[in-house]
């Protein structure tokens, strides 16, 4: 009973054995009492009517014993049962069995026959031979005066023959029922432990760190929902695998290039560059700039933190766009126009007063800012702009930079993609979009983007506005 094939296997087939059985007994005493019994009854009667008619016929027979004798004698030949006569006084005529005497009464009250007309009694023993039925039937003539008494004894061991042959053909059936039934319940119980097993098997290759056998979907719907859990459980984590690698690997090359670049400035500081402004001043920006990339890569991982717990925790009060907006792109204006961009901003004048995170928010417009910044070449234009539509709010940055490639659209969003052209990704962790759509998802919002390849992309922030803030 340990195992859940033995479990199947007796919830199965032992109900299935009982309802059998019991469907055999009812089946045999349904048998035997409402078909074989009545119909026997029925049989007995037909002849014993047939063989009043025969003898009405014979009125001499009535009147001595002797005619009666040689008659029965003559018919015993096609008489199934034994038959003996009697006159309306009780008394003995003849019988086709030859252990009877002459002397042999009647066992019945002539007053009990005159009211059934034909009565028919068994006596039961012990041994099936000596259990009898005894058919007693009046004898009338043509004018319906009652002439005689006739007297059908059978022997109830030629009618259990029947009962008994019957009996083995259900028997029969009822195990070819129970085999069949236990063979499907054993078909099922196999298809379904294996089929747990294969699952149970590929938990544990996972739990081992081994490389897993994804299980084929069979036996029932419940079994088969289990195995696709299974299966989307190996793929989350095959990706969350492929993540974490990918996560290792650019923290040594985001964290390895700017300590490589400061290292050597704080030896050339120590090695008394420090005594020389210009130099000094250079070597300083630098450092500053290096210790900025430092300081961006810590927000991405903070971001990501925050993807990986499932939610970023907002804490909303109610922020006047018309003075928020303008306000947050100061360090991205004086960081574009020192790389030689145009900065363009045009901030409708009508914006409401909204429910938001600012500093979140801020650093999901930011991420973009900078995005845009980053992959637009010297000369291009970085427009920032925002409105409302509707019911909603937004807010969006345009480039004219080299866009994304149409293969790579579709990954815009994925955390650690870099691009496989490196035109658009090829630098940073690959964390900074999809932390701004994070961002704006928490806020009830969505991001949407427009890429031309060669011309520019476009990423437009979309907020719901609540009817209190309108």
């Given at each position: 009973?340990?195992?859940?094939?033995?479990?199947?296997?007796?919830s199965?087939?032992?109900?299935?054995l009982?309802?059998?059985l019991?469907?055999?007994?009812?089946?045999?005493?349904?048998v035997?009492?409402?078909?074989?019994?009545p119909?026997?009854?029925?049989?007995?009667?037909?002849?014993?009517?047939?063989?009043?008619?025969l003898?009405?016929?014979?009125?001499?027979?009535w009147?001595e014993?002797?005619?009666?004798?040689?008659?029965?004698?003559q018919?015993?030949?096609?008489?199934?049962p034994?038959?003996?006569?009697f006159d309306?006084?009780?008394?003995?005529?003849?019988?086709?069995?030859?252990?009877?005497?002459?002397?042999?009464?009647?066992s019945?009250?002539?007053?009990?026959?005159?009211a059934?007309?034909?009565?028919?009694?068994?006596?039961?023993?012990?041994?099936?031979?000596?259990?009898?039925?005894?058919?007693?039937?009046?004898?009338?003539?043509?004018?319906?005066?009652l002439i005689?008494i006739?007297?059908?004894?059978?022997?109830?061991?030629?009618?259990?023959?029947?009962?008994?042959?019957?009996?083995?053909?259900?028997i029969?059936?009822?195990?070819?029922?129970?085999?069949?039934?236990?063979?499907?319940?054993?078909?099922?119980?196999?298809?379904?432990?294996?089929?747990?097993?294969?699952?149970?098997?590929?938990?544990?290759?996972?739990?081992?760190?081994?490389?897993?056998?994804?299980?084929?979907e069979?036996?029932p719907?419940?079994?088969?929902?289990?195995?696709r859990?299974?299966?989307?459980?190996?793929?989350?984590?095959?990706?969350l695998?492929t993540?974490?690698?990918?996560?290792?690997?650019?923290?040594?090359?985001?964290?390895?290039?700017?300590?490589?670049?400061?290292?050597?400035?704080v030896?050339?500081?120590?090695a008394?560059?420090?005594e020389n402004k210009?130099?000094?001043?250079?070597?300083?920006?630098?450092?500053?700039?290096?210790?900025?990339i430092?300081?961006?890569?810590?927000?991405?991982?903070?971001?990501?933190?925050?993807?990986s717990?499932?939610?970023?925790?907002l804490?909303d009060?109610?922020?006047?766009?018309?003075k928020?907006?303008?306000?947050?792109?100061h360090?991205?204006?004086?960081?574009?126009?020192?790389k030689?961009?145009?900065?363009?901003?045009?901030?409708s004048?009508?914006?409401?007063?909204?429910q938001?995170?600012?500093e979140?928010?801020?650093?999901?417009?930011?991420?973009?800012?900078?995005?845009?910044?980053?992959?637009?070449?010297?000369?291009?234009?970085?427009?920032?702009?925002?409105?409302?539509?509707?019911n909603?709010?937004?807010?969006?940055?345009?480039?004219?930079?080299?866009?994304?490639?149409?293969e790579?659209?579709?990954?815009?969003?994925?955390?650690?993609?870099?691009?496989?052209?490196?035109?658009?990704?090829?630098?940073g962790?690959?964390?900074?979009?999809?932390?701004?759509?994070?961002?704006v998802?928490?806020?009830?919002?969505r991001?949407?983007?427009?890429?031309?390849?060669?011309?520019?992309?476009?990423?437009?922030?979309?907020?719901?506005?609540?009817?209190?803030?309108?």
């Open positions: 009973m340990r195992s859940i094939r033995t479990r199947l296997l007796i199965h087939s032992l109900p299935l009982i309802i059998i019991l469907t055999g007994f009812v089946l045999d005493y349904v035997e009492t409402r078909i074989l019994l119909g026997f009854a029925d049989e007995l009667t037909s002849e014993a009517k047939l063989l009043a008619e003898t009405a016929h014979q009125p001499n027979i009147d014993a002797q005619e009666a004798q040689t008659y029965l004698v018919l015993e030949p096609i008489l199934t034994n038959v003996s006569l309306l006084e009780g008394d003995f005529l003849g019988s086709t069995d030859a252990s009877l005497k002459s002397t042999e009464p009647l019945i009250q002539l007053e009990d026959l005159l059934e007309d034909i009565l028919i009694q068994t006596a039961y023993s012990r041994h099936l031979d000596a259990s009898v039925v005894d058919v007693f039937t009046l004898v009338r003539d043509d004018t319906g005066a005689g006739i007297q059908m004894t059978y022997h109830l061991n030629d009618v259990y023959e029947q009962f008994l042959a019957l009996r083995r053909v259900i029969a059936i009822l195990t070819i029922g129970v085999f069949l039934g236990v063979g499907l319940a054993l078909f099922f119980a196999v298809n379904m432990s294996d089929a747990l097993r294969q699952i149970t098997g590929s938990i544990q290759q996972l739990a081992a760190g081994e490389e897993v056998a994804l299980p084929a069979q036996g719907e419940e079994v088969r929902d289990l195995t859990t299974v299966k989307a459980l190996v793929t989350r984590l095959h990706t695998e993540t974490r690698r990918k996560l290792l690997a650019n923290l040594v090359h985001e964290i390895g290039r700017p300590l490589g670049a400061l290292l050597p400035a030896e050339a500081l120590e008394g560059a420090v210009v130099l000094r001043q250079e070597l300083l920006a630098g450092m500053e700039d290096e210790l900025g430092l300081r961006r890569l810590l927000d991405d991982l903070t971001g990501l933190y925050d993807q717990v499932g939610s970023f925790v804490t009060r109610p922020i006047d766009l018309n928020w907006l303008p306000n947050l792109f360090t991205q204006r004086e960081v574009a126009r020192a030689g961009l145009r900065w363009q901003s045009n901030f004048d009508q914006l409401p007063t909204m938001i995170d600012p979140r928010l801020a650093q999901a417009i930011g991420n973009l800012a900078n995005n845009a910044i980053k992959f637009t070449p010297q000369g291009g234009t970085v427009i920032v702009e925002a409105g409302f539509q509707a909603e709010v937004w807010i969006q940055v345009k480039d004219t930079g080299c866009g994304i490639p149409v790579d659209q579709g990954f815009v969003f994925t955390p650690f993609f870099r691009g496989r052209t490196e035109t658009r990704f090829p630098q962790m690959g964390l900074g979009l999809s932390i701004a759509r994070d961002l998802t928490a806020h009830q919002g991001l949407e983007f427009e890429s031309t390849p060669g011309e520019g992309s476009s990423f437009t922030i979309w907020l719901p506005i609540s009817s209190e803030e309108k």
